[in-house]
């Protein structure tokens, strides 16, 4: 079992920073991807961007250049660093984890099997 808890969410303007972290605890091995989801009203959760055992890293096109993911070594602590944020990026951010089958690149929203409440992102013009 893995438990995942969100932090650091908040209301921001355009152009602006914002650091959200992910307390994670459980079994190391149901922890080799961890990922940040995020979602809106009436749109499917997107993937934003994920991190393996090792430190690969991908991320959505969307955010890349603008978002940082990382870890410790001890995989307790995800974060995502965001920075030049723009109104599209407001949703709920959520934090997702899942075993080493499948590439973290590859995976979707189903095959991550477990979540955190997820942290609200709000960005105003």
């Known amino acids: 079992q893995v438990q995942l808890m969100e932090s650091g969410g908040g209301s921001v303007q355009a152009g602006g920073s914002l650091k959200l972290s992910c307390a994670a605890s459980?079994?190391?091995?149901?922890?080799?991807?961890m990922a940040w989801f995020r979602q809106t009203p009436g749109k499917e959760r997107e993937k934003v961007a994920t991190?393996?055992?090792?430190?690969?890293?991908t991320y959505a096109d969307s955010v890349k250049g603008r978002f940082t993911i990382s870890q410790d070594i001890g995989k307790t602590t995800l974060t995502l660093q965001m920075d030049s944020l723009k109104p599209e990026d407001t949703a709920v951010y959520y934090c997702?984890?899942?075993?080493?089958?499948?590439?973290?690149?590859?995976?979707?929203?189903?095959?991550?099997?477990?979540w955190g409440q997820g942290t609200q992102v709000t960005v105003f013009s």
């Open positions: 997702a984890t899942k075993n080493p089958y499948t590439e973290c690149s590859a995976g979707t929203a189903a095959a991550f099997r477990y």
């Open positions: 459980g079994s190391i091995y149901d922890r080799a991807c």
């Open positions: 991190i393996r055992t090792g430190g690969a890293t």
